[in-house]
């Protein structure tokens, strides 16, 4: 079992940057999956990246790639998200989430685990 924990979102202007973390808890963190979702008001919760177990594979939701980098640090149990050129689409609750599964997918429903989210607004 892993317990999840994210931070860093916060207000930021169009076009600035941020870098959200996730902090998970457990011996095993690298043999998950993981990933991070995002839920605007009034939209369902969706896809906007994930690395695989051993961070050797990233996946990105299209309107994220070349902006967005995921990274994960198995020695210290944290996955990253650097987020850049941010626009007032990409306002939203953010959170990671962890699979068992080798590669992952986009789905939240397949994802076991799940951190409490943090807030990203965009201001334009």
């Known amino acids: 079992q892993v317990q999840l924990v994210e931070s860093g979102g916060e207000l930021v202007q169009a076009g600035g940057s941020l870098r959200l973390s996730c902090a998970a808890s457990?011996?095993?963190?690298?043999?998950?999956?993981v990933g991070w979702f995002r839920q605007a008001p009034g939209k369902e919760r969706e896809f906007v990246a994930r690395?695989?177990?051993?961070?050797?594979?990233?996946y990105y939701k299209e309107s994220v790639k070349g902006r967005f980098i995921i990274s994960r640090d198995n020695t210290k149990n944290t996955v990253a998200l650097q987020m850049s050129s941010l626009e007032p689409e990409d306002t939203a609750v953010y959170y990671c989430?962890?699979?068992?599964?080798?590669?992952?997918?986009?789905?939240?429903?397949?994802?076991?685990?799940w951190g409490q989210g943090t807030q990203v607004t965009v201001s334009s």
């Open positions: 457990g011996r095993t963190f690298g043999y998950y999956t």
């Open positions: 690395i695989t177990r051993q961070g050797s594979i990233a």
């Open positions: 989430a962890a699979d068992s599964d080798m590669y992952g997918t986009r789905w939240p429903s397949d994802y076991h685990y």
